[in-house]
């Protein structure tokens, strides 16, 4: 939600929209592809503090690290294969992305461990 709400609805910090609009109190940004730059490095910056934590302070520590993936839920308007196939698709776009990021990330750690 910080990086869409940040970087593309422009109505938190630092109030960045990803469309051109007459508002001379926003910051204006053309690029719509700007939150999605935001949110991999979200999950870059998340994933290096993992492999810190676990390197340098889990073994004496003990602690456990683990992330949420926030995202708008979606349900069917009725039980047709066309609003079913719409609600998967909705999900896919607005989570699968960064979940697709994440597993891609845990799947490279271990087989590179």
């Known amino acids: 939600m910080f990086s869409v709400q940040g970087y593309d609805m422009g109505t938190m910090a630092p ?4 469309v051109v609009v007459n508002d001379p109190h926003r910051s204006l940004n053309t690029g719509a592809t700007e ?3 935001v949110s991999h490095h979200l999950l870059l910056a998340h994933a290096a503090a993992v492999k810190l934590y676990k390197e340098k302070y ?3 520590q003990g602690g456990q690290i683990g992330i949420t993936l926030v995202s708008h839920w979606f349900e069917p308007y ?5 609003d079913q ?3 998967k698709r909705s999900l896919d776009f607005m989570l699968g992305w960064l979940v697709f990021f994440y597993i891609y ?3 490279k750690y271990f087989l590179d461990s």
């Open 15 to 18: 109030g960045r929209i990803s």
């Open 105 to 107: 990330q845990i799947q």
């Open 58 to 60: 889990q073994s004496c």
């Open 85 to 87: 196939n719409a609600t």
């Open 78 to 82: 009725s039980d047709s294969e066309d």
């Open 35 to 37: 939150v999605y730059t």
